[in-house]
Structure formats: C-alpha cells, structure tokens
C-alpha cells in the first residue's frame, strides 16, 4: 500500500518491522519505524489482539498478504503523533476486503476514524480483484455504527459474538 494523506492525517503502511516491535513490545523501536511518537497504551496486548489476529510467524511467512493495506494514521501535525490505525485482516482471496479500524482514546470522537477509514476503504476498492469491503460492529458500538453509515456502507447480516453479543456485518461494493 502506498502512503496516503487525508485533510489531517498521513497514513503510512503497516511493515513488518512495525508488527515485529510492537508485538515483541519494543516501544522505542516501533517509535523508531514509525517515524512518530505512540499512544499511552501502545504496544500492548489488547492493541495486539485487535489488531494481529495472526502470529508473528505466518505474518513473517507471507507478510505482503498478511498486511495488505494495514495503515497507521499519524497526525500531520507537527508533533508527528500515532492516533490509530485501519487494518485489512489480510489480502482477500474471494475480492472481499475486511476493514477494522481504531483510534487512541484521547483523539477518539474528533472523526479520524472515518476521514482515514473513507481513504483506505477507496484505495482498497481501486485495487485489482477486490470488488467490496465488509466491516463487522458490534451492535452496541455506537462510534463504529456511524463510522459505517458515513461510509456509505450497507448492512449485509447480523451473528452472535459468544460473549459480547451481536455483531452487525456491512458491505460496500466498487460502483
């Protein structure tokens, strides 16, 4: 994935330099690769589950398709700071991309989910082979609920997560 910028963000590829130190916990060298400062709370194992739901090794093994079009989105602004990131869950084999995305607590609510969300979702629609992207929310996530609705995205479905209760599927096809 190339790098991309928005009104208020850059949005910089995932790399594997960049998992390797974040889910070994090594927050001077994610720093270092990411070229801007991280979030209180990164790295850590709950950013880690959300995020790589593969090991390190498979994402090793193949790690052009395992983190297609996973971005960080850094602030513009001269402080040069991580505020979240939109991941793919991997190149898709059936042109249907999986988006996820989440910002750092302190900069959630101000729209950068959706300003950078709205960016990858349109690079990953360009790309060869891909002819949707799905987001899955959860029912009671109201933030994530508008992220979608502001996209454009339609609801495609509704399953139950065995815990923490429904999770509502939308799609948006390449026009």
Known sequence: MPR?????????????????????GDRARAEAVAEASLPEAWPGEALIARAFGASLEAIRSDPTRRLWG??????????????????????????????????????????????????????????????????TVFSWNRPSLRVVEKLGMAPHGVRDHETLGELLTFILRRT
């Open 4 to 24: 991309l910028s928005t009104e208020r963000l850059e949005l910089v590829p995932i790399t594997l330099p960049m998992v390797e130190a974040v889910m070994q």
């Open 70 to 135: 996973d971005t960080l989105l850094i602030s513009r602004d001269p402080a040069r700071r991580v505020l979240g990131s939109v991941v793919f869950h991997g190149l898709p084999a059936d042109g249907v991309a999986e988006v996820g995305y989440g910002v750092e607590e302190e900069s959630q609510g101000q729209g950068y989910a959706t300003e950078a969300t709205r960016a990858c979702v349109a690079w990953a629609l360009a790309q060869d082979g891909i002819h949707a992207v799905a987001a």
